[in-house]
T-cell receptor, first 113, second 114 residues
Framework: DQQVKQNSPSLSVQEGRISILNCDYT??????FLWYKKYPAEGPTFLIS?????DKNEDGRFTVFLNKSAKHLSLHIVPSQPGDSAVYFC????????????FGKGTRLSVIA | DAGVIQSPRHEVTEMGQEVTLRCKPI?????LFWYRQTMMRGLELLIY????????DSGMPEDRFSAKMPNASFSTLKIQPSEPRDSAVYFC????????????FGSGTQLSVL
């Protein structure tokens, strides 16, 4: 059973517009959430994270929003650039520490020039 | 730092053969993880080590899979015998501490079992 769900396998966005990637989770013990970005033939790289004590974290063009009551988080990229085209993985960790990250299946973002 | 180093980058083998994947974590990192990426299941955790000790191997699909970490700078994932359904990209990742808040991934090994 997938504890972290990314229900959109792919997303296409025009350059300059906003990209919104969504992620849902089922485990109420998750307290730390991350987004990873993956280019072809490379490993995933850390992009941005958020703790459950916050509802928003911003880093340049990237903002992650967390809605704990809905068990939902989203990644906003504004403005989107062609170099943002990649697979984005949502990940979560439970509050016991010493527990590994659980990843979603990923969403492939294509930013069209 | 060179980051997490995995070898080989690509492996093509025939069904029934033994496959060994290798990983060198970032120096000083205490935790090491093996993940497998497939279209159907995304990134799934196979096993992870903390201070060279296996902590959770519940993700290892079958007894055909085994992993070792003989020291802090080296780990292997072995599949014996390999099957076509094992074809996937295998990633190794390391983390600086047991909180596992941020993982650093290698470039992966693309395994094809014919």
């Amino acid at each position: 059973d997938q504890q972290v769900k990314q229900n959109s396998p792919s997303l296409s966005v025009q350059e300059g517009r906003i990209s919104i990637l969504n992620c849902d989770y089922t485990n109420s013990m998750f307290d730390y959430f991350l987004w990873y970005k993956k280019y072809p033939a490379e490993g995933p790289t850390f992009l941005i994270s958020i703790s459950s004590i916050k509802d928003k974290n911003e880093d340049g063009r990237f903002t992650v929003f967390l809605n704990k009551s809905a068990k939902h988080l989203s990644l906003h990229i504004v403005p989107s650039q062609p170099g943002d085209s990649a697979v984005y993985f949502c990940a979560a960790r439970a509050n016991s520490g010493n527990t590994p990250l659980v990843f979603g299946k990923g969403t492939r973002l294509s930013v069209i020039a | 730092d060179a980051g997490v180093i995995q070898s080989p980058r690509h492996e093509v083998t025939e069904m029934g053969q033994e496959v060994t994947l290798r990983c060198k974590p970032i120096s000083g990192h205490n935790s090491l993880f093996w993940y497998r990426q497939t279209m159907m299941r995304g990134l799934e955790l196979l096993i992870y080590f903390n201070n060279n000790v296996p902590i959770d191997d519940s993700g290892m699909p079958e007894d055909r899979f085994s992993a070792k970490m003989p020291n802090a700078s080296f780990s292997t994932l072995k599949i014996q015998p390999s099957e076509p359904r094992d074809s996937a990209v295998y990633f190794c990742a390391s983390s600086p501490d047991s909180r596992n808040e941020k993982l650093f991934f290698g470039s992966g090994t693309q395994l094809s079992v014919l």
